[in-house]
């Protein structure tokens, strides 16, 4: 029944899956972080940018963001991120929409930690003489970041699964082998539940590490 | 200046604001200048691309507002099967009962560990093979079928978690006055929590909304995007369409999303209710949500 298992490579499809997954947490916490910091710092320029930015990024589909990447920036526009061959443009491609649609979760988790810290902190950091960014960065998000893993960890399971999304543009991840086997082999079944299987051990693990890793770390208040 | 975390700004701190600005605003033109550029030198903003969505109804009448419907229908129809369902999971992961709870939290955390494109993959599949859909309505019965499971136990956790937010008292009250379990869930517990869980409702309907669009992009379901990939072969304007097709459905789903937080800043003000509130962020357990979205 689980023959076909023999002429596909099932276990090289799901690393392509961890790499986008790893590649986009790195790059959507970092800048889900900035994002973090410009909406809730003094200047109201950045401020407007930071809102605007996850306003309308969380509200486009992922779908839309990750093809505008492929069809509008590279084969319109002609930005290959530097890779030669299609394969290596379409994973960074890839990469990159799922970072920009990330980082808005990322923000929001981020600020919903921010939140969680008592007004107390911030107000004994400034009556010490700390400016914002000392404030933020010695004071504030060091709390808010450890309150943060558990909706961080959410944003981390989302995006592991919405890598899928990466097949609508050509990338050779788990869905994308999915379809490939469906399309050639009979046992809709067993290829589904192989695919279910990979899947449940990337999220679940995740979900139940972090979550314990979450509790470990939260501050005790 | 309201925020806790810096100070009333004075002098310096005004003049280095405005530094601030002004570096960021250089920084925001360099970047509108480059994506202009770049437009501009591959002739994307030429106005023969933008004329079919500013002068005449054709573009809209052909492609976009057929592929909208079929978006919406699409949504629509999996949130009103979903919903029920996600009731029936929610409260039966609630239940007393060993062989009723277990099978439905395994349903549940099942379903949301895997990608809603897996689900509709398989869907797709599964109407080719087993029943005699015919194959232009199997595209739309399976993004709908994907989205049902997916949702059916994001919305089970929502109903648990409104259920589990009402204070205590609600039902160690009904059954005091002898009511029988059935019976408090039906008439104390699910009425009061459906206020509560509303916000929540609204906001995996922007997931819903957001996730019809994988279901074109892999499964050729004729929806909004589908159908503005469609439009931009025919006209030749691929980056003009993408960005109608955004705007688009960030109108769409802002509204849902200000609609949501409008609701939930009125149900924590109202008198009627518990005054407990679920946010989507309340309701996201081990497996998390799409948000993301696919989300969230």
């Known amino acids: ?221 | 200046m309201t925020s806790v975390l810096y100070d009333v700004q004075g002098p310096r701190a005004k003049r280095r604001n405005v530094l601030y600005t002004a570096v960021f605003l250089i920084a925001l033109a360099a970047v509108a200048w480059w994506v202009y550029k770049s437009f501009d030198d591959k002739g994307q903003l030429a106005w023969a691309l933008w004329k079919p969505f500013f002068s005449g109804t054709e573009a809209y009448t052909t492609y976009i507002w057929p592929g909208l419907q079929k978006t919406l229908e699409a949504a629509a129809l999996a949130m009103v099967v979903a919903l029920p369902l996600g009731a029936v999971l929610g409260i039966a992961r609630l239940s007393d009962h060993l062989w009723v709870r277990v099978p439905a939290t395994i349903v549940i955390e099942f379903f949301r560990a895997i990608p809603v494109l897996v689900l509709m993959i398989f869907g797709l599949a599964l109407f080719a093979q087993y029943t005699d859909v015919s194959s232009d309505d199997r595209p739309f019965y399976a993004v709908v079928t994907g989205l049902v499971l997916y949702n059916a136990s994001v919305l089970a956790e929502i109903v648990r978690a409104g259920i589990l937010a009402l204070p205590k008292g609600q039902s160690e009250a009904a059954l005091a006055i002898g009511l029988r379990k059935g019976q408090m869930m039906r008439l104390i517990l699910l009425p009061q929590s459906v206020t509560t869980m509303l916000p929540a409702i609204v906001s995996q309907l922007v997931v819903i909304v957001k996730d019809t669009a994988l279901g074109g992009a892999v499964l050729t379901f004729p929806e909004l995007m589908t159908s503005a990939n469609t439009m931009a072969g025919y006209y030749g304007n691929m980056i003009a369409s993408l960005t109608v097709v955004a705007v688009i459905f960030v109108v769409i789903n802002f509204s849902l999303t200000s609609f949501a937080s409008w609701l939930e800043g009125r149900l924590r003000r109202g008198k009627k209710s518990t005054g407990a509130v679920l946010t989507v962020e309340d309701t996201v357990g081990v497996a998390g949500h799409a948000g993301t979205g696919t989300a969230a």
């Open chain 1, 1 to 221: 029944m689980f023959d076909f298992l023999d002429k596909y490579d099932v276990l090289g499809a799901f690393w392509t899956t961890v790499q986008l997954t790893l590649l986009s947490a790195a790059g959507s916490l970092v800048w889900g972080t900035l994002l973090a910091a410009m909406r809730v710092g003094p200047v109201p320029l950045m401020r407007g940018f930071g809102t605007a930015y996850v306003n309308i990024v969380r509200n486009i589909p992922l779908t839309v963001i990750i093809l505008f990447s492929s069809l509008g920036l590279n084969q319109n526009l002609g930005i290959s991120l530097g890779a030669n061959d299609f394969d290596t443009i379409n994973f960074r491609l890839a990469v990159l929409g799922l970072i920009v649609y990330t980082s808005a979760f990322v923000c929001e988790a981020i600020r919903a930690g921010i939140n969680t810290v008592p007004v107390g902190q911030a107000e004994a950091a400034r009556a010490i003489g700390l400016s914002f960014p000392q404030v933020l960065g010695l004071v504030v998000l060091p709390q808010a970041l450890r309150a943060a893993v558990g909706p961080l960890t959410n944003a981390l399971i989302a995006l592991t699964k919405n890598t899928t999304v990466a097949a609508a543009i050509g990338v050779a991840e788990a869905a994308f082998l999915m379809k490939k086997m469906i399309e050639n082999e009979a046992e809709l079944l067993a290829i589904s539940a192989v695919i279910a299987f990979g899947f449940v051990c990337l999220t679940l693990p995740t979900g139940l590490i972090l979550g314990w890793v979450g509790k470990k770390v939260a501050v005790k208040r």
